[in-house]
């Protein structure tokens, strides 16, 4: 006969999942080994960071300040074209609110607070 291996399915079977694992861990680690990029941390002051932060929340605020200016505006052209009291009164209390959003940084910096 010929020379055949006595080996079962069930090993084979075994063997190669332990290899198919043993091969993706040791790629999962070249990986990443290989694409790791150094942290550059800054030597600036921390302080910078934070007003960074409050200089774009502030813009933010004032972009929607503005979107409320600009709806007030409208809403009191369209009072004044139909003649409604309450409507031109909501309007104007848009255009003052939308002005205080808009102006907030600048007030609270008059006023000390920031």
């Not at 020379?3 to 079977?13: A, F, V, W």
């Not at 960074?52 to 009191?76: E, M, P, R, T, Y």
């Not at 074209?81 to 959003?101: N, P």
């Amino acid at each position: 006969m010929l020379n055949k291996k006595n080996t079962k399915p069930e090993t084979l079977c075994r063997q190669r999942k332990v290899r198919r694992s043993y091969f993706s861990a040791v790629l999962a680690l070249t990986l990443c080994a290989a694409l790791t990029c150094p942290a550059l941390a800054a030597d600036t002051d921390p302080l910078s960071i934070v007003n960074n932060l409050s200089d774009f929340i502030f813009s933010c605020i004032k972009a929607i300040g503005v979107i409320v200016l600009g709806w007030g505006i409208v809403q009191l052209g369209m009072s004044i074209q139909s003649h409604d009291a309450s409507q031109r009164t909501q309007g104007i209390l848009c255009v003052f609110g939308g002005l205080l959003i808009a102006f907030s940084k600048e007030i609270l910096t008059a006023i000390g607070v920031v």
